[in-house]
């Protein structure tokens, strides 16, 4: 099932540890849902001696592991943040940089993905980005979405508050058209409403580089979610490391706000 996930400059060692922990895990405990916040870019680049923009670039071959790595554990769906409607705030020569590295990444890993069974998605604002990378992303959508594999969802130009607030507004409307009652609204009205309408809720969600914090993503999905930290920069986030959050959450007693019997 599992075909080498590491390059062929690390040690063997490493690639039966990483095969073990993977092959160990119980499907019957796996997270529906994973949400991942990829953090640790820049700091793993400067660590380096680099420039943020090397960060960006070596982060995106770490997603291209975990996508592939979800794919085969048959995970339902995967979440990651990409860039939020905060990080217009960054020096435009790195907005520029991730814009294009989206666009790059893509066209080089759409075959791949598509052949994993892949299903690909994206979430947020789509529409205020550049014509042409809406037009890459829909091509993406159409080609993959008969897939039947994990549902890989890109987060970007995403915040929750504000996707919590667009799926207000569109049901704000109904009410005025008298096509809705505010009393009948129920939590799965507003499911409907959300960027990931269709999908499970987040039952793991997975932030590298030491940050404690959710940073506004998936406020509504994550609300049971169980929450894995770990100071690796997302560079250097592993298939292992992967497995181990996988284990971690297999371990721990979901209550949903009940008590176990």
Do not use: C
Request: hydrophobic content about 40%.
């Amino acid at each position: 099932m599992w075909k080498k996930l590491f390059n062929s400059s690390q040690e063997k060692s490493e690639i039966k540890k990483e095969l073990s922990i993977l092959e160990s895990l119980d499907p019957a405990k796996l997270p529906r849902h994973v949400a991942i916040i990829m953090d640790g870019n820049g700091r793993w680049a400067q660590g380096q001696g680099m420039v943020r923009t090397a960060g960006h670039a070596a982060g995106e071959k770490t997603l291209r592991e975990i996508v592939r790595t979800a794919s085969r554990l048959h995970i339902e769906a995967l979440t990651v943040y990409a860039f939020s409607t905060e990080n217009w705030k960054r020096p435009h020569t790195e907005v520029d940089f991730l814009m294009k590295l989206f666009s790059e990444a893509l066209a080089k890993e759409i075959g791949e993905m598509d052949k994993e069974n892949v299903r690909i998605g994206f979430i947020g604002r789509i529409s205020e980005l550049s014509p042409k990378l809406q037009e890459e992303f829909a091509k993406a959508v159409e080609r993959t979405k008969n897939n039947t594999g994990v549902k890989f969802n890109l987060a970007i130009n995403y915040g929750g508050q504000d996707e919590i607030v667009r799926a207000m507004q569109k049901m704000a409307i109904k009410v005025q058209a008298g096509e809705l009652s505010p009393q009948d609204i129920t939590p799965e009205m507003v499911d409907d409403e959300l960027d990931t309408a269709g999908l499970p809720p987040v039952d793991l969600v997975i932030r590298t580089s030491g940050d404690i914090r959710v940073s506004n993503f998936l406020l509504w999905q994550a609300a049971y979610a169980e929450y894995y930290f770990t100071e690796t920069n997302w560079p250097d986030f592993t298939p292992e490391e992967f497995g181990e959050a996988l284990a971690e959450f297999a371990s721990r007693e979901r209550r949903f706000g009940g008590l176990k019997k």
